[in-house]
């Protein structure tokens, strides 16, 4: 079953107009309108694409528990790590930009029926791997969000932190931003821009505007959705949570 990664994420902007915007976006629903019980007042919350860093999965099935470790290119794309080699952990971006490319932004659970459980976490820096078995992995509540994957599976849906693919330009600002300029601009404004760009990208697209390879990805995105939205997909927006002892609030 393939599951797009979201995150919780506080945007700003200096204009009316963006404010405006991003009140739009503001998660409702299954999702929290106050990831993590954390209230803001400037900035609004919102739901984007991951930005770079690491996901991590807590899988049990068939009785046997494993680890999944992802990093993240700051385009969203996921490049699976082995979670005790975390120092060869790296992000690549894909070598090419079709819609089979766009599934690298996709996690893909095998044998989803037989999930006893999945907890997840995404954390700025690799996570050290004795602190992993030690402490997160006998606590998974204390440190991850759970996903039912099973239940998911047989039409258990309306689970929190959750969207269905057609929700996603509705909820999810870098979708939105694929069909509306306004979207596009207030994406602009963010420390990580639309689709996990970084302030610099951002800049550089603004002024390569229209270029192909500016273009393609997100469009080769929306094409791999908007297929995947036909079969079981689903999108889990993730909050902050101590995976190493604090907890870092809202991911700008």
């Known amino acids: 079953m393939p599951i797009l990664f979201t995150r919780y994420s506080a945007g700003y902007s200096s204009r009316p107009e963006g404010v405006s915007t991003l009140d ?39 009785g046997l528990l494993e680890w999944e470790g992802y990093a993240v290119h700051p385009h969203g794309y996921l490049r699976q790590f082995w979670v005790m080699r975390p120092e060869a952990a790296e992000a690549k971006i894909a070598c090419e930009r079709g819609a089979r490319q766009a599934n690298n932004s996709l996690i893909w659970i095998k044998d989803a029926k037989n999930v006893k459980s999945l907890w ?23 440190y991850m969000q759970r996903f039912d994957v099973a239940g998911w599976q047989v039409g258990s849906t309306s689970q929190a932190d959750s969207l269905e693919p057609a929700q996603l330009d509705k909820q999810v600002l870098g979708f939105a931003a694929l069909s509306d ?38 469009s080769a995105i929306a094409h791999a959705i908007d297929r995947l939205s036909k079969e079981s997909m689903m999108s889990k927006a993730i909050h902050s949570q101590p995976c190493s002892g604090r907890s870092h609030g809202a991911q700008a």
């Open 24 to 62: 739009k976006f503001k998660p409702n629903g299954r999702l929290q309108a106050q990831p993590g019980g954390v209230p803001i007042k400037t900035a609004r919350y919102g739901v984007r694409m991951l930005r770079a860093g690491y996901l991590y999965l807590r899988i049990e099935r068939r």
């Open 120 to 142: 997840y976490a995404f954390h700025p820096d690799p996570i050290d791997p004795q602190h992993l078995k030690r402490e997160i992995e006998p606590n998974p509540a204390k």
């Open 181 to 218: 300029e306004q979207v596009q601009r207030v994406g602009n404004e963010q420390c990580f821009g639309p689709m996990g760009m970084t302030p610099q990208q951002c800049v550089d697209a603004m002024t390569l505007h229209g270029s192909p390879q500016r273009r393609k990805r997100p």
